[in-house]
């Protein structure tokens, strides 16, 4: 895996919102790198910067928010690229989006728009990013949804969304995304609003077509059990923070930070045969507009070692095997 | 399709009853019939009445008939084309009404495509430059131009033509053209004189136009779908168009169900206050010499024109929006 | 499926300090929090409340009284109220006096200021004998001079006072408002709520009412009603015939919300849970529902006033609604009909400055309100 070549890279990303009530710190310090073929899984729990850092990626933020620093550079033919530095309307970034990096949206129901077909929504990215005629653009879409499952794609490509259930509109976004073969897909919660018969075939379908395309991807999700199933590496974000980066397996069997460790103690086992007491993380999130200082973590962690962590933000430290981790008990080697 | 509008054209046919009720109501609202005022007039010329001659004329009128008779009778002669007779004018309402039901929809029909000529493209500005200037500007004068009473503005835009012409009425046609047969050139002079009364009319409905349209482009811009087709590449202006306008434009297109009733309602006070041929004055006259033939049509002419106009709106709304069609 | 959530939610104790004043806030004072922060309703609050208080207090706060007419002051133009005598200051406000000449040729009157009459603006002057209420009786008015004409906002073809006939206009103009949207008021929550709870054909046929008061022209309508009001009747009587007219249309707005919010709250668990505990419908209704949407009826009657106002306005200007003797500003506007006389007085066109304000006013008020209404939406 290592050696495949580095496909984007991520370097101490902040994307801020500005409003009224004051600046939101969305994303603060963020820094992760995907290869090529590699799937990452970014978990945390709502509002800790999952989405902003994909949106922030293709440079879709809502109008509000802005990158603050940090780059995002992305191999693109064999050049690197840093996004940050583009005209978030420009056509350097059109060609990316959609083309390089495609994403999956959480909402099949709302990212589809319901007064065109499916199909007149699928042709429209293939015709904007491969030069092609109406109709090899339709066979190519149809091509598409046949791949990712979708019964009778001769007939369903004409049909409006809201005429479709919502695994078969989960798998058409799935089919829109991939349609030009993105190096990297961006899955932003793809299983969250689909019913669980159909997460599991969704989370397969996924498997399967990033395998066969060759492609990278980034999962975004609160679901632990998402991440163990498609996942090489997983990221741990709390308030904006990456707080802890490992391999899957690592991470699992042998979580370093307070708030990873909490997250995988509130989490049920399943098949272990025994009644298990679940632990929940003690406190709730704070708000993003009153960030504590120091470690964002402090007020609600177990290890928190006073004049330390509510005063000095750890720094991002390398263990061994690729595991790092922002935490005060641990010390670079 | 076509199923839907046959189903909306049916449920026209009750509404249509209760119009022609309401209108027959009205008719038979006044006090007294037409005879009474009709003998009050003569004694108060100090006329002799001979009260055979004017039982004589009720029956002739078909006074004399039980309520409901006379509705079915009215409704009837309707069906015919034949709104009946008025009084005042001594001619067949229908004529009255069709002399000068044209320039009232030419003046409303102008004020809609003004209305939403204008509307479109601002409220597109203001809800894509949110809090800009000119957001301000438009949302100001918008706001100005709901609360000003069309006839105000009328009455303010006669009065700058008073002073600038000396004239006291707008008019609809330049002297040259009043009698001259239809030509082109007659054509171009009522486009000339019809933008006024137009704007007149298309104020209050633009301003509020602009504040639907506003509101739903904003509301439609957070909507994901947009994320969506921007992380496709589109560019900002196609998408813009493609996604986000197109579904505002539908409540902007069901708008037009209580835009038409204000155009109408606008029409009547502006024409009067310009001096303009059209029903307005015929219906003001007839209704203070208790015409009640002549109001009651006007009544139900309006009312009909405006329920026809809905429903052509309701069927431009189904063929912009697929799920609408299968709805009602 | 493991999910973070769940397991977060467990315990979570920890209010901000912040935040506490906001959790323990009752809706109405989150409601005023709300509609305060936004300025210019509460500046148009305040200009209605002014309005009303010259509407209520009308005698004596009008300079004049505003059927006192004086053919020697006929269409004269507004007086100024001034602090500088020829460049000089002086703190007692004054106005000139104004002397007429009549042109021999056209018979045409015009005014001129003459700087010779100087009148000391005063406060709580003796004037014109008035009744306040008819219950107290006075003479004296909050401002006004003691000799010669103090016409702010000029006189009419009578030499009437306009200001004082805007201010006793805006008495009726405004309460026809009031008056209007309290019927509406009523109309609108039983058709509304009976259409909202019952659901079915009972809401078919309100919601058919409703579409058909909707989709045809009012105007027409009012006018052919307001000519069937008998021509025996008084000024009173008129009045309120006219106002049950224009609420006879008025009160579908407010139907459809109160529907809207029944429908939904219908569906709300804690009227699942005050049925399942044995209230009856009207309990349920008047005391658990009602309350919960108070706030967005006021906002909606707050935004109804306006096309009450534009109604009166409007028939009593074409000559179809009130009539002289009364005043409003619909009336007072009915003069400023004839285009002549108007370039020559366009002084009478101010009643529809005042229209405008309070429309404008009520409008600005009714969008705050209406985004206040909500005070769980967003904070």
Known sequence: ?333 | MWSFILRRILLMVPTLLVVSVISFAIIEAPPGDYMDSYVNALLQQQEAVDPAEIESLRKRYGLDAPTYVRYFRWLGNIMQGNLGRSLEWNQPVTKLIADRLPWSLAISVASFFLAYALAIPIGFYSATRQYSIGDYVFTLIGFIGLATPNFLLALLILWYYFVATGNVAVGLFSNEYLVAPWSFAKFIDLLKHLWLPALVVGTAGTAGLIRVMRANLLDELERPYVMVARSKGLSETKLLFKYPFRIAMNPVASTIGWTLPTLVNGELLASLVLGLPTIAPLFVGALLSQDMFLAGSVVMVLSTLTLVGTLLSDIVLAWLDPRIRGAI | MAVIEEGMQSSSSGVNAGEEDLSVATQWQLIRWKFMRHKVAVISLVLIAIFYLFAIFAEFLSPYDPTNHDTDYMFMPPQRVRFFDEGKFQLRPFVYGMTSKMDENTFRTTWELDKTQKYAVKLFVRGDPYELWGLFESTIHLFGVEEGTMFLVGTDKMGRDMLSRIIFGGRISLSVGLLGIAISFVIGVIMGGVSGYFGGVTDLIIQRIIEFLRSIPTLPLWMALSVALPPTWTVVQIYFGIVVILSLVGWTGLARVVRGKFMSLREEEYVMAAQLNGSNESRVIFKHMLPSFTSHIIASLTLSVPSMILGETALSFIGLGLQNPAISWGVLLNDAQRIIVLADSPWLLSPGLFVIIAILCFNFVGDGLRDAADPYSSI
């Open chain 1, 1 to 333: 895996m290592s050696q495949s070549p580095l496909l984007l890279s991520v370097d101490n990303l902040a994307t801020h919102f500005f409003s009224q009530e004051g600046i939101l710190e969305a994303v603060d310090g963020v820094s992760f790198d995907i290869h090529a073929g590699e799937a990452l899984g970014i978990a945390g729990e709502s509002g800790c910067g999952k989405s902003v850092t994909a949106q922030s990626i293709l440079r879709i933020v809502p109008k509000n928010g802005k990158i603050v620093t940090g780059a995002i550079s992305l191999l693109q033919n064999g050049e690197s690229v840093d996004l940050v530095q583009l005209d978030d309307r420009g056509q350097e970034i059109r060609e990316i989006r959609g083309g390089e990096i495609a994403m999956v949206f959480q909402e099949p129901m709302a990212a589809f728009s319901m007064v065109y077909t499916i199909g007149n929504q699928i042709t429209e990215v293939i015709r904007l990013h491969q030069k092609c005629s109406q109709d090899e653009a339709r066979e190519r879409a149809i091509e598409m949804l046949q791949r990712v499952g979708m019964p009778i794609p001769e007939q369903t490509i004409d049909a409006y969304p809201f005429a479709l259930s919502g695994g078969m509109r989960q798998r058409a976004m799935i089919a829109m995304a991939l349609s030009c073969h993105p190096s990297l897909l961006i899955a932003d919660e793809p299983t969250t609003a689909v019913d669980v018969t159909i997460q599991a075939q969704v989370l397969e379908l996924m498997k399967d077509l990033q395998r066969d395309m060759g492609m990278a991807l980034i999962v975004i999700t609160h679901d632990l059990a998402v991440i163990s199933e498609l996942c090489d590496r997983v990221m741990i974000m709390y308030l904006g923070k990456d707080v802890e980066s490992a391999p899957a397996d690592v991470i699992f069997r042998d979580p370093k930070h307070p708030y990873t460790v909490g997250l995988l103690r509130s989490v049920p086992e399943l098949g272990e045969g025994h009644t298990q007491e679940l632990d929940p993380i003690s406190g709730s999130v704070p708000s993003p507009y009153r960030r504590p200082a120091g470690c964002p973590f402090h007020p609600r962690c177990p290890e928190f070692i006073p004049d330390v962590c509510d005063v000095e933000l750890p720094p991002q430290i390398e263990l061994t095997g690729g595991h790092r981790v922002r935490c005060h008990l641990y010390v670079q080697d």
